[in-house]
């Protein structure tokens, strides 16, 4: 026998025994996660383990193409290729002790949390895994970035400029989400937390200063800024004290990249975890990376990454360029000219949005890297359903008559307060600084204004009763003094326009408690939430002084935002849009501390609910035509170029290497875990992809020509990093085309020229 078959042999068997050996780890860690309980003191690895620790990535990009963008709600803003791809990232904590008690956490880069998603995410997985991942302790939270896919919510109102409900989106969504969860229960493994802070002061910046004035004094006296400028940062180890990713709390808008932008992306939050996850494994695509990076969302309401202000563009205007009004952020009395600038706005969006990117991923490198607070004890959930006002039906003569029941509760002082049923006032249409209104609508317009609503905007005053019916005088009273503009707790065709119920839920692990929010709290919302809890699970026993307690939203439903009642006073954007009227920041701080008492480690049963809010998904209705089929121009084929690299001479860092192809429609095959592009090196005569359509480097863009006749174009860009390696490179494109008859959908390939970069 020859000895390079002895040799091959021995490697083999060597190469068995390992995979062996890891298989049987990979079986033992099963058990130990899936198993009932372990017993106290047991000990993994010759030491107790505290947690057991599970981390997963999974790809949630929708259709990246004739799809509104869910964020900025502009008809205008319908997305015409892609930038990075969005990805929902899961982290699973296990009571080592007593792994059925856990913990899943979605992190997905959305605009938010939806109660249809995530009713059938909880369906999913709590089919696959049975008794362990449950309604109470699954949290589904959106990074709330403005740049990502649309359609997906349950309710009409955010389906409006998305032409309705886009099935395609919410499938992704759901299935990368679902994916995600089982790569991190799959690789659930005996570790450690740890937990610490850093200050990210060029971060953010709060975009309605005036609102936030509104707030006493003595309490904005405790405080340096008027946004959180505080990181939170949760560190994921293994057994042997090695990161494998982390969580992080950080409040800031996904508002980086402005609604001029229709290339799908994750905005700024997304990129923070591209460059983390990619500094950590380098040699990894984006998506397959083992270490897992999650950039979460806080009290982000009054938030803005666009941290040089607020500035006139008025052309012609003696106001250009001046400041926004202070009070009503207009110029000229009106708000279409009034934005927000990014630290990198004479550059580009993309440039602010690296910039923003870039800052919370140095606050996680630094908090990595520095000494933490271990964290020990118990995994605990609660979840419950919150019915911010209920409706009765009766039937008379063919007509719906609602009833209301409007949700009381008891403030600290004794007064009795209530909620009311969903509302948005004048201010909404107002917009923000990041994404500002349009006629003439502008932010702070109240019913204590001199000029009566009725005299400012009559047409709207008059067609607004034709879009959601026209309040009464309770509803009216009980969202004063908010001036009503959409009454949608009252519009229920053809299917409910606002969410009614919420999802109330916090997670436990040890000393830190997350509170998953069903909206967007302002900065001093965020802030007495926070500090109401601490002080009940203190005060309840439940925790000691070493109680750390974070936001993370908008979650599970989207319930709009979530500002102070002196804020609420001036009704600037977040007040409008505060839907369940002045005492909503209370209603939620009565909920969450009465739920303390069951994060105690000896809780047992669960609390009382209102029912969950009704699927509404079946109602739901789409005005997005399907593709039809596409055809290549005469004599020419799928994925043939029509415009070339350069060849004559080499590119070099810093220039955009692009070439045009004979494109299809890129919803016939969303290529979830897969990628619409790639730059490919030749090295040893073998070509090698280096990047994919997930690197920010890379855009891909379609363009239809002809409708009738079905053809379009797609352009693929590169733009070379500086430290490239010289060489020879090429561009691939990846489409798919639907066949004119039949509707058979093919998949095809494009390949540039070989180009050098010097």
């Not at 015409?80 to 982290?91: A, K, N, P």
Request: aromatic residues 10%; contains cysteine.
């Amino acid at each position: 026998m020859p000895v390079a078959y002895l040799v091959f042999s021995a490697h083999e068997l060597a190469m068995t025994i390992v995979e062996l050996a890891r298989k049987l780890f990979t079986c033992l860690t099963f058990f130990l996660a899936t198993g009932p309980f372990l017993p106290n003191g047991a000990h993994i690895g010759g030491a107790r383990a505290q947690y057991l620790l599970g981390l997963g990535i999974g790809d949630v990009t929708g259709p990246v193409v004739e799809t509104n963008m869910m964020g900025y709600a502009s008809l205008a803003q319908t997305d015409t290729g892609l930038h990075m791809r969005q990805r929902s990232r899961v982290f699973i904590i296990a009571d080592a002790s007593n792994p059925s008690d856990r913990i899943l956490f979605i992190n997905s880069d959305i605009c938010m949390g939806d109660t249809g998603v995530r009713r059938t995410v909880v369906a999913e997985l709590s089919s696959q895994f049975p008794g362990l991942y449950t309604n109470e302790n699954i949290a589904f939270v959106g990074t709330h970035q403005h740049s990502g896919v649309g359609g997906y919510l349950e309710d009409l109102l955010p389906q409006l400029t998305a032409l309705g409900y886009v099935n395609a989106s919410a499938q992704a969504i759901i299935q990368g989400t679902v994916l995600a969860a089982q790569r991190a229960h799959a690789n659930l493994a005996p570790g450690s937390l740890s937990v610490g802070n850093t200050s990210i002061v060029d971060g953010n910046l709060n975009r309605s200063p005036f609102a936030y004035l509104q707030n006493p004094a003595e309490e904005r006296a405790r405080y340096e800024y008027n946004q959180d400028k505080e990181m939170t940062l949760v560190r994921f180890d293994d057994a042997s004290g090695n990161a494998r990713g982390f969580l992080s709390f950080f409040a800031v808008h996904g508002t980086s990249l402005y609604e001029n932008n229709t290339l799908v992306s994750g905005d700024n939050k997304g990129m923070a975890a591209y460059l983390y996850e990619s500094m950590v494994e380098p040699n990894s695509m984006p998506g397959n990376t083992t270490f897992v990076a999650g950039f979460v969302q806080a009290n982000v309401g009054d938030t803005s990454p666009n941290t040089l202000g607020a500035f006139c563009e008025s052309p012609g205007q003696p106001w250009d360029g001046q400041p926004c009004e202070f009070e009503h952020s207009t110029c000229g009395n009106t708000t279409e000219d009034c934005h927000g600038r990014g630290p990198g706005f004479r550059v580009s969006d993309f440039e602010s949005n690296s910039i923003i990117g870039g800052l919370q991923f140095q606050g996680a490198e630094t908090i990595m890297s520095a000494s933490r607070s271990s964290i020990s004890g118990p995994v605990k959930s609660v979840h419950t359903y919150l019915n911010m006002c209920a409706f009765f039906c009766a039937f008379f003569f063919a007509a719906t008559v609602f009833f209301l029941s409007f949700h009381s509760f008891t403030l600290p002082n004794g007064t009795t307060v209530q909620t009311c049923p969903p509302a948005l006032g004048f201010g909404f249409a107002g917009g923000t600084t990041d994404g500002p209104g349009a006629f003439d609508f502008v932010q702070g317009d109240n019913t204590s204004d001199s000029q009566c609503v009725e005299e400012k905007n009559p047409f709207w005053e008059l067609v607004k009763g034709f879009i959601t019916p026209n309040p009464d005088e309770q509803q009216a009273a009980c969202q004063s003094p908010k001036p009503i503009l959409l009454n949608t707790g009252y519009a229920h065709l053809p299917y409910k326009w606002s969410p009614s119920t919420v999802d109330i839920q916090m997670l436990r692990v040890g000393s830190f408690v997350m509170l998953i929010m069903p909206g967007e709290l302002t900065t001093m919302a965020g802030r007495r939430i926070r500090e109401a809890v601490r002080a009940e699970l203190i005060s309840q026993g439940v925790l000691g002084n070493d109680a750390y307690v974070v936001v993370a939203g908008p979650a599970n439903t989207y319930g709009h935002y979530i500002a102070t009642r002196e804020e609420y006073s001036v009704q600037r954007y977040e007040g409008a849009s505060t839907l369940f009227g002045p005492f909503t920041l209370e209603s939620y701080i009565d909920k969450y501390t009465s739920l303390v008492p069951f994060l105690a480690e000896n809780a047992t049963g669960t609390p009382a609910s209102d029912a969950a809010p009704a699927e509404q998904t079946s109602k739901a209705i789409s005005l997005q035509t399907a593709v039809v089929f596409d055809a290549p121009p005469f004599f020419k084929s799928f994925g043939d170029v029509l415009t070339d690299v350069q060849t004559s001479s080499a590119y070099s860092a810093g220039q955009t290497v692009s070439a045009q192809f004979v494109g299809a429609n890129p919803r016939n095959n969303l290529r979830l875990e897969g990628t619409f592009l790639t730059v490919d090196q030749l090295a040893s005569g073998k070509w090698t992809t280096v990047k994919s359509d997930s690197h920010p480097s890379t855009t891909y863009q379609w363009v239809r020509n002809d409708t009738i006749l079905g053809t379009s174009t797609v352009t693929i860009s590169w733009t070379i990093e500086s430290g490239t390696p010289a060489g020879t490179y090429r561009l691939r494109y990846f489409g798919d085309a639907k066949a004119v008859f039949g509707g058979a959908i093919s998949a095809f390939t494009g390949t540039s020229s070989s180009f050098t970069v010097e």
